[in-house]
């Protein structure tokens, strides 16, 4: 979700594999970790609802072990669930047997053309190298039919290195961050226009950690 810099840089493949092998790690500890935010992952999802009909194709990236957001998004949805770490997807699938559930990569993920009307993706971006999100958020709009969503959680700050913390939860991780005016700008790019963005502080241990809580909808045309 967030992080503090405090280690060695770090190439894009080389922080896609700590995110990996870290989530691995940690899978069961992140998944009681992260229940104090349920509120707002409820609120989020009441967002999604209000703009994606009910049974319409919803992808989450980032499902980790199937929390509050995966939960009512797949008694909503026509549900597709990915995530990078086997053991988060193992825990996901444990718990929703009803969705299909995917281990990859949301950076080398491929999915057709218009397949979904929305795209969710909450506390995951801040764990995408800076230097992947501009072909990421290009082909989210290419799977998103015209006029469909794509809902997702951006870390505040402007972290564009390549940031390992050192024990994060008991692991290694990666965390990335950019200024708003630059997020935005490759989400408009990539043909989408931000219906709302809301700012809210999570408390992480402690800690305040303020993520901008995203709803842009893709352009009737490219």
Not at 87 to 93: D, I
Not at 125 to 140: A, K, Q, T
Not at 188 to 198: C, H, K, N, Q, T
């Amino acid at each position: 979700m967030s992080g503090s810099p405090a280690g060695p840089v770090a190439g894009p493949t080389d922080a896609r594999q700590l995110v990996a092998d870290g989530y691995d790690h940690i899978a069961e500890r992140y998944r009681d970790w992260t229940k104090p935010h349920d509120p707002t992952r409820s609120w989020f999802v009441d967002e999604v609802i209000a703009r994606v009909p009910s049974g319409s194709d919803v992808v989450e990236l980032g499902v980790g072990s199937g929390g509050t957001v995966t939960e009512e998004l797949v008694a909503a949805y026509r549900f597709t669930g990915v995530d990078i770490s086997p053991s988060q997807v193992a825990l996901a699938r444990a718990s929703h047997a009803e969705g299909d559930f995917r281990v990859a990569d949301l950076v080398t993920l491929r999915l057709p053309e218009a397949s979904c009307d929305a795209v969710v993706a909450a506390y995951v971006m801040g764990n995408v190298p800076i230097d992947d999100r501009e072909d990421l958020y290009r082909r989210i709009s290419r799977w998103i039919r015209p006029t469909g969503w794509f809902c997702a959680s951006f870390p505040m700050g402007d972290r564009p290195g390549e940031d390992i913390e050192s024990n994060w939860l008991g692991t290694p991780m990666f965390f990335a961050s950019m200024r708003w005016e630059r997020e935005s700008k490759l989400l408009e790019e990539a043909s989408f226009r931000v219906d709302r963005a809301v700012v809210i502080t999570d408390d992480e241990d402690g800690r305040p950690a303020p993520f901008r809580w995203v709803f842009a909808q893709r352009r009737s045309s490219q």
